[in-house]
Structures are given as C-alpha cells and as structure tokens.
C-alpha cells in the first residue's frame, strides 16, 4: 500500500491567497483526520471525517478553514484567505475505524509544510 | 483543553542510556495509550501502544509502563541509540468503533540520543 498521501509537500504562500492541501487516505480505510503541528501547539487536530461525514470540527480554527470528503479516497483542507499565523505542517492521517478495538492505529502522511509570508 | 500532559520537552541522553518520557491524562474514559514517533520531515508513526487492562508492555527496547489509578503512563527506551532521536508522542484515546474516535496528543518530547 502506498500509505497517505498530501500533496503539496511544501507550499509557499503570500497573505490573503488562497491555500488548498489534499490528502488521500490508505484505501479501505473509513475515518480521517486532519492535525495541524507547531513548535508551540504541538499536533492539533483540526477535524475528522468517518465515512466521509465530518464527525468533529472542533478544533478548526476560524471560518477561514474549511474541509471536505466527497469521496472515500480523496480529501481537501482549505484556507482563505490565508495569514502568516497558519504558518504549520499539516498532517492527513487515516484510520480503518473496525481495527479500533485491535490497534487503533493512525497512519500519517508526510504532512504538507505551509509557508504564509 | 490539554487532556495530555507530556515532560520533559526535550531529553538529551548518552548512547547506551535510558531515556524516559513521561505522560499525564485526565479524562478517566481514555482507554487506549499508543506512543508516537516522528523523524524529522515524517509523520508520526506508531511505536507501541497499551490499554489500563496491563500495567507494563514491552516491545524490544521500548517499554510502556502504566499506572491506571495516578493516570499516568511512561516510555522506557533502553540501551538508547542515536538511531532514536526523534520526536515522541504520547496519546489517548476512547475507541468508538463505529464513529471512530480521535486521538489527543501530548505536547511532543525532543530526544536526542549522543553518540
């Protein structure tokens, strides 16, 4: 399995564009989450689909944020517009929600490093 | 709210050391305490993981020691390795099996491991 995958990796921005970070899950796996990660916050999660319904959006900042799930194996989290305190590496995690019981297991992608100037 | 509280920020040990990392939680419904390891550029991974049933779990030379009535739970790496310097997380967790369920993260212990 190729396991999660964002894209951009990295991603350099001015203030007030618009930002967009996709994330596909490891397929057949039905919950997924998005975590912010600074030196100062730590891992934040933003929020988490399972099966494709947004279950928790808590932790999503401000209306500037916003996330979709269309389909299973494609995920999107935006940011308009931008500001140079979303500065952060966002990660994309997956989980097959039946393995709870088992392991739990949440697999990472290797995040998307945003740069707001 | 922080429901995890992880220490020490940063560890620095000498090859062949013990490196200890220590966790703290609140809510008494967590049932599930997997540690995280994260190299630089990576996400995180899973190392190893306990549930309060065990009071100790031991994976090679990582050990998860748990103390369910001071709620609070440890990593041991034994014979520490440069190899192991990496970010390590401590979490916690209600398993909900059928709308999943999130994980709440510690704030992250720096390891550096010296040569």
């Known amino acids: 399995d190729a396991g999660v995958i964002q894209s951009p990796r990295h991603e350099v921005t001015e203030m007030g564009q618009e930002v967009t970070l996709r994330c596909k899950p490891i397929s057949g796996h039905n919950s997924l989450f998005w975590y912010r990660q600074t030196m100062m916050r730590g891992l934040e999660l933003l929020i988490y689909?399972?099966?494709?319904?947004?279950?928790?959006d808590s932790g999503m900042p401000e209306d500037r944020f916003s996330a979709k799930m269309p389909n299973a194996s494609f995920s999107t989290l935006k940011i308009q517009p931008s500001e140079p305190r979303d500065s952060a590496v966002y990660f994309c995690a997956s989980r097959a929600t039946g393995q709870l019981l088992n392991t739990g297991e949440l697999f990472f992608g290797e995040g998307s490093r945003l740069t707001v100037l | 709210q922080q429901q995890v509280k992880q220490s020490p920020q940063s560890l620095i040990v000498q090859k062949g050391g013990i490196s200890i990392i220590n966790c703290a939680y609140e809510n008494t419904a967590f049932d599930y305490f997997p540690w995280y390891q994260q190299f630089p550029g990576k996400g995180p991974a899973l190392l190893i993981a306990?549930?309060?049933?065990?009071s100790e779990k031991k994976e090679g030379r990582f050990t998860i020691s748990f103390n369910k009535s001071a709620k609070q739970f440890s990593l041991h790496i034994m014979d520490s390795q440069p190899g192991d310097s990496a970010t390590y997380f401590c979490a916690a967790t209600v398993p909900k099996e059928t709308s999943g369920s999130r994980l709440t993260f510690g704030e992250g212990t720096q390891l550096t491991v010296n040569p």
């Open positions: 689909f399972n099966n494709n319904v947004p279950i928790d």
């Open positions: 306990i549930r309060p049933d065990v």
